[in-house]
T-cell receptor
Framework: DSGVTQTPKHLITATGQRVTLRCSPR?????VYWYQQSLDQGLQFLIQ???????AKGNILERFSAQQFPDLHSELNLSSLELGDSALYFC????????????FGSGTRLTVV | GEDVEQSLFLSVREGDSSVINCTYT??????LYWYKQEPGAGLQLLTY?????DMKQDQRLTVLLNKKDKHLSLRIADTQTGDSAIYFC??????????????FGKGTHLIIQP
């Protein structure tokens, strides 16, 4: 157990729908990062939050949004889902970022049908 | 933009050394990482190296960094069947304000032959 908890582990939904993925960071970590892993694109950085504020944006689509709450858990919202959004979505957390590395959760596998 | 390249597959015999290579393009990369992903699991941090270092050794793992050629390698000594996984190279550039997302390579599948 890495200490980073992601729910749900699996999600199957239809095109056009909206889903919310949840991440609880490792205790004490202030930064949360979201990544998408797909066969064709590999691992892509989506977005980073630090202590409730957005810090960096990567290749995140406008249909996707995220937030980090006062208790530091984070949610990734995916809307108007397309078949191509099927992927593994990973959350990672860190206290200081580069200096202590990043701890990844086990991921949420999203299947859009 | 940033780019990290790795070979897709590497096959080695059990007991031999494995060397997984990675090249990156971003000259301002400050930290470089190796992650391991086993089937159905998340990414496990194996080791990392700061860009002002040439080498880092941690038990069976040796990381070599050639900053001039922007080449990073991971050597696994005495490769075991439990080392069978996908190995990801990643780089991080600190861009200020705490923004430091990782850029990953596509991963190298390490296959262990008995």
């Amino acid at each position: 157990d890495s200490g980073v908890t992601q729910t749900p582990k699996h999600l199957i939904t239809a095109t056009g729908q909206r889903v919310t993925l949840r991440c609880s960071p490792r205790s004490g970590d202030l930064s949360v990062y979201w990544y998408q892993q797909s066969l064709d694109q590999g691992l892509q950085f989506l977005i980073q939050y630090y202590n409730g504020e957005e810090r960096a944006k990567g290749n995140i689509l406008e249909r996707f949004s995220a937030q980090q709450f006062p208790d530091l858990h984070s949610e990734l919202n995916l809307s108007s889902l397309e078949l191509g959004d099927s992927a593994l979505y990973f959350c990672a957390s860190s206290l200081t970022g580069q200096l202590d590395g990043y701890t990844f959760g086990s991921g949420t596998r999203l299947t859009v049908v | 933009g940033e780019d990290v390249e790795q070979s897709l597959f590497l096959s080695v015999r059990e007991g031999d050394s494995s060397v997984i290579n990675c090249t990156y393009t971003d000259s301002s990369s400050t930290y470089l990482y190796w992650y391991k992903q086993e089937p159905g699991a998340g990414l496990q941090l194996l080791t990392y190296i700061f860009s002002n270092m040439d080498m880092k050794q941690d038990q069976r793992l040796t990381v070599l960094l050639n900053k001039k050629d922007k080449h990073l390698s991971l050597r696994i000594a005495d490769t075991q069947t439990g080392d069978s996984a996908i190995y990801f190279c990643a780089e991080s550039e600190y861009s200020g304000g705490g923004a430091d997302g990782l850029t990953f390579g596509k991963g190298t599948h390490l296959i262990i032959q008995p």
